[in-house]
């Protein structure tokens, strides 16, 4: 039995998320359904975490393990030749049996998209949040600080994240070891992302992050307010949810 990793990128804006879902397009579902015809047997594999519908990724890592022998070269050609142009995997390396996608990882990086331009290039639709009346970005970079280090972010939390019974694990705490808003590309100057690297997030924590420092962005909500937000550790003080076309899984390390 050989435990396979997996570098993937994907287009999420046709898909209901990476988990598979019954009568849903899902990137996990995609995969597996090839995976499984190249190895010639049931595949069941594990992501590095969950990306909600219509989020995207640039390096989400997988695993899977398999009794087939196909060399990784002619595994990764043969996925590439089946899946849709929609997902792509860049590497397909042999691993240590103790390896987890999930488990494994000691931190990840998302990027969030957007753009201020009064009209959006057509070709950024789909990947970019459109945010036109975004005036106050200064104001938003002034509230990185309160993000960075260890904190509860229960705030930015969507409901259902985590189950609240337990009494033991880390629960809302996560600690982000980077936090930035840098020029995205040349050919878009109105066009930023925001980053956040951290030992892990809670499900929709980038999107409603994101959607809470584009209430400061447009003036709704002063940078104060914005601290008590993070102070407060409860989802309904902080902003709405920012859309999904904007967000990237960016990458994931491990040891």
Request: proline share 3%; net charge positive.
């Amino acid at each position: 039995m050989r435990t396979v990793k997996l570098l993937i990128s994907f287009d999420g804006c046709h898909y209901a998320g990476w988990q598979r879902q019954k009568n849903q397009a899902t990137i996990q579902g995609a995969l597996e359904d090839v995976l499984s015809q190249v190895c010639n047997e049931s595949i069941t594999l594990h992501g590095a975490g969950r990306t909600d519908a219509g989020v995207h990724a640039h390096g989400m890592v997988a695993h899977f393990q398999t009794t087939s022998l196909i060399s990784g070269y002619k595994l990764l050609r043969g996925l590439n030749s089946l899946l849709s142009s929609t997902i792509r995997v860049h590497a397909a390396d042999d691993v240590p049996a103790s390896f987890h996608a999930r488990k494994s990882a000691i931190s990840k990086q998302y990027w969030y998209f957007f753009s201020c331009a009064e009209v959006l290039a057509a070709t950024r639709i789909p990947l970019v949040a459109h945010l036109p009346k975004l005036k106050y970005l200064e104001r938003m970079r002034e509230c990185l600080p309160f993000l960075l280090g260890t904190h509860n972010f229960a705030s930015f939390e969507a409901v259902g994240s985590r189950d609240l019974s337990r009494t033991t694990g880390r629960g809302a705490e996560r600690t982000l070891t980077k936090v930035a808003i840098e020029a995205s590309d040349p050919q878009f100057p109105e066009e930023y992302k925001l980053i956040l690297h951290g030992d892990g997030f809670l499900r929709k924590m980038v999107r409603n992050i994101a959607g809470t420092l584009f209430e400061v962005g447009v003036g709704r909500m002063s940078v104060a307010e914005f601290t008590r937000v993070v102070l407060a550790e409860d989802r309904t003080f902080a902003g709405p949810t920012a859309p999904a076309c904007g967000l990237f899984l960016h990458r994931v390390e491990y040891a």
